[in-house]
């Protein structure tokens, strides 16, 4: 089976004592995951080492930077690196959030160049694509999403896709409470999976996870998750609430 992962983006929320209290209630659950099961919390940067700390001792839970520059170093005051990184042991990364996209302008060109920093650096890019309500509502949301994949990934070797996980974000579905239906998630990862079938061959397509990330809640997240395709979720909101979090990593595929 593929990976099945509950990824948390906490984005730019907590204190430092807040996100300890956080991690401290969800991994006081007990949570005892498969081999096929992973739990990502991708957080602040300031959080990083203290997080990383409290998963060392427990298996299958791990922790993700929020974004990296797609520049390798130099003057870029307040940035931060894939190598920088990597030097903390850090082993995942979102890139090209619809948020980076639409606040900093972050290109097709901008995100291949942090995919292969990530990549040169030993960490798993967790890629983000989706549609805006507009392409939605125009019926145009596959060749929407199609577009994002081909000019961001398609210059990497079959090796190298199989690694990266994807997430499927319906921008119209981001922090708004509305959530695509269970055959709307269902259709486009399919279709995802697809689009990598016809470049890599599907055996390679059908290793690479590929999870939902639009208002994922403990209401709907067993549903959700129960698609064939759809291998996980990438969690705002709701990761910030240590019951549901629970709730919703149980929900994964066993």
Same mark, same amino acid.
């Given at each position: 089976?593929?990976?099945?992962? @509950? =990824?948390?983006? /906490?984005?730019? !929320? +907590?204190?430092?004592?807040?996100?300890?209290?956080?991690?401290?209630?969800?991994?006081?659950?007990? *949570?005892?995951?498969?081999?096929?099961?992973?739990?990502?919390?991708?957080?602040?940067?300031?959080?990083?080492?203290?997080?990383?700390? $409290?998963?060392?001792?427990?298996?299958? &839970?791990?922790? =993700?930077?929020?974004?990296?520059? $797609?520049?390798? !170093?130099?003057?870029?005051?307040?940035?931060?690196?894939?190598?920088? *990184?990597?030097?903390?042991?850090?082993?995942?990364?979102?890139?090209?959030?619809?948020?980076?996209?639409?606040?900093?302008?972050?290109?097709?060109?901008?995100?291949?160049?942090?995919?292969?920093?990530?990549?040169?650096?030993?960490?798993?890019? *967790?890629?983000?694509?989706?549609?805006?309500?507009?392409?939605?509502?125009?019926?145009?949301?596959?060749?929407?999403?199609? !577009?994002?994949?081909?000019?961001?990934?398609?210059? +990497?070797?079959?090796?190298?896709?199989?690694?990266?996980?994807? @997430? &499927?974000?319906?921008? /119209? @579905?981001?922090?708004?409470?509305?959530?695509?239906?269970?055959?709307? =998630?269902?259709?486009?990862?399919?279709?995802?999976?697809?689009?990598? =079938?016809?470049?890599?061959?599907?055996?390679?397509?059908?290793?690479?996870?590929?999870?939902?990330?639009?208002?994922?809640?403990?209401? !709907?997240?067993?549903?959700?998750?129960?698609?064939?395709?759809?291998?996980?979720?990438?969690?705002?909101?709701?990761?910030?609430?240590?019951?549901?979090?629970? $709730?919703?990593?149980?929900? +994964?595929?066993?």
């Amino acid at each position: 089976m593929r990976k099945q992962i @509950a =990824a948390a983006n /906490w984005k730019m !929320n +907590l204190t430092y004592q807040d996100s300890e209290k956080l991690l401290d209630e969800i991994l006081s659950a007990k *949570i005892k995951l498969n081999d096929h099961q992973e739990v990502i919390f991708a957080v602040p940067f300031p959080y990083l080492i203290m997080c990383k700390s $409290e998963v060392a001792e427990e298996s299958g &839970y791990h922790i =993700a930077a929020q974004n990296c520059n $797609e520049k390798k !170093n130099g003057a870029f005051t307040g940035e931060i690196s894939a190598e920088m *990184i990597h030097s903390i042991g850090i082993r995942y990364c979102i890139i090209g959030h619809s948020e980076r996209r639409a606040m900093f302008g972050e290109t097709a060109q901008m995100l291949q160049d942090k995919v292969n920093l990530c990549l040169g650096n030993f960490i798993t890019p *967790i890629f983000c694509c989706g549609e805006p309500l507009d392409i939605r509502d125009a019926t145009q949301q596959n060749q929407y999403v199609q !577009n994002q994949i081909e000019e961001s990934l398609f210059h +990497l070797t079959p090796e190298h896709i199989e690694t990266i996980i994807i @997430a &499927y974000e319906p921008i /119209w @579905a981001i922090g708004t409470g509305r959530s695509a239906s269970t055959e709307q =998630a269902q259709e486009m990862h399919a279709h995802i999976r697809s689009v990598l =079938a016809k470049k890599y061959g599907d055996a390679v397509a059908q290793k690479i996870s590929v999870l939902y990330g639009g208002s994922v809640k403990k209401e !709907n997240a067993y549903e959700i998750f129960s698609c064939p395709d759809v291998d996980g979720g990438l969690v705002g909101g709701a990761s910030l609430v240590a019951p549901d979090f629970i $709730e919703i990593i149980k929900a +994964l595929k066993k």
